[in-house]
């Protein structure tokens, strides 16, 4: 069974930084693709970051490039999202998922969500 289970999130004023983790298993995490997507309260699904299986190539929303980085550990099936310079509209629950973004989302489970806060 695939299990994503997110930690990390909290609250953080405009300008703070927060890093989130997620460890992955039921499935051999070095050979996927993984994302982070995030659910603002009254949105739709967005993404924001894919890794490939390997780590050596990463893609990101517009809205985040620049402030966000992903990286993966495939020796300990985490997937992290370093998050700087956070801003109110990255409030958000972040999800880790098992997919990529090609024009769309395509994944095929994701986990519950940490929550992540941005005001003053």
């Known amino acids: 069974e695939v299990q994503l289970v997110e930690s990390g999130g909290g609250l953080v004023r405009p300008g703070g930084s927060l890093r989130l983790s997620c460890a992955a298993s039921g499935f051999t995490f070095s050979t996927y693709r993984m994302s982070w997507v995030r659910q603002a309260p009254g949105k739709g699904l967005e993404w924001v970051s894919t890794i490939n299986s390997r780590g050596g190539s990463t893609s990101y929303a517009d809205s985040v490039k620049g402030r966000f980085t992903i990286s993966r550990d495939n020796a300990n099936n985490m997937l992290d999202l370093q998050m700087n310079s956070l801003k109110p509209d990255d409030t958000a629950l972040y999800y880790c998922?098992?997919?990529?973004?090609?024009?769309?989302?395509?994944?095929?489970?994701r986990g519950q969500g940490t929550q992540v806060t941005v005001s003053s």
């Open positions: 998922a098992k997919g990529y973004y090609s024009g769309r989302l395509y994944y095929t489970a």
